[in-house]
């Protein structure tokens, strides 16, 4: 059985390494490479191709929503968004080296969407619904923190440290060491129809007073002007998928579950 997190600060290490691996690109590297005489083209054009698998992750997302473990993918995210942090670091700072750059910075975003999804996979399945709210902001607080340490953090070693490879260490030893909130997420295998739970009927029937979903098999709530004849208990419940017939799950009266 699946661990149940009720803490949900502890969204906020495990969101780091993906700020951390946009905040590294746009700011700390940015000012080494602009201080070993690069062009400020060139860093922006590499901050940009940070950005660029982010628009395109939603093609690989089913695939770590519904292959293996999600704390293998969260781990293989966390691993390559350090190790191509170092490997960043300890490369000459000269534009002989953009190619090698480019293609680090493509690894490294492309692994923190893993570090992204993966999380969300663990505030959806490990989460209680009602401390999900409270996951999604220190998760976001995660987002915004990692890219703080990754910009500000890094570009403090990279102005006060001699050896431009410390900032990346520093770094990647973060991303390395997020096991203690890492620990807390214990997730088997995710099966594709996870999404088809009893839980998310509530949804499926709020979706359907907004118009007709025929992929989900509901209708719209009779209307006002529907002339169907509900009993005063059916009302009391709540929902219908047809007019006239009281939904199979209805919604719980207030004080129960």
């Not at 203690?180 to 129809?193: I, K, L, Q, S, Y």
């Amino acid at each position: 059985m699946s661990a149940v997190i009720r803490y949900p600060i502890v969204f906020m290490p495990l969101f780091a390494p993906f700020g951390i691996s946009s905040g590294y690109v746009s700011v700390t590297l940015g000012f080494l490479l602009a201080r070993a005489g690069v062009s400020t083209a060139i860093i922006g054009a590499l901050i940009a191709l940070s950005v660029w698998p982010q628009t395109w992750k939603m093609f690989w997302a089913p695939v770590v929503d519904t292959v293996g473990n999600p704390k293998l993918w969260y781990g293989l995210g966390t691993t390559l968004v350090g190790g191509t942090i170092l490997l960043m670091s300890v490369l000459p700072m000269t534009q002989g080296e953009i190619g090698v750059f480019s293609t680090l910075i493509v690894i490294s975003s492309i692994a923190s969407t893993a570090v992204s999804m993966s999380t969300e996979i663990f505030m959806a399945n490990q989460t209680p619904a009602e401390l999900r709210g409270r996951a999604s902001g220190w998760s976001q607080a995660g987002n915004l923190g990692g890219a703080g340490i990754g910009g500000g953090l890094g570009l403090l070693l990279a102005e006060h440290v001699p050896h431009a490879w410390v900032s990346g260490a520093v770094l990647a030893a973060i991303c390395f060491n997020d096991e203690p909130a890492f620990g807390a997420c214990e997730v088997g295998d995710v099966a594709p129809d996870r999404l088809l739970s009893p839980e998310f009927e509530p949804a499926k029937l709020a979706i359907a007073q907004s118009g007709p979903q025929p992929a989900l098999g509901i209708r719209r709530f009779p209307s006002k002007r529907s002339r169907v004849r509900v009993r005063s208990s059916d009302r009391r419940h709540g929902c219908f998928l047809e007019e006239g017939k009281p939904s199979p799950n209805p919604l719980p009266r207030a004080g129960e579950g």
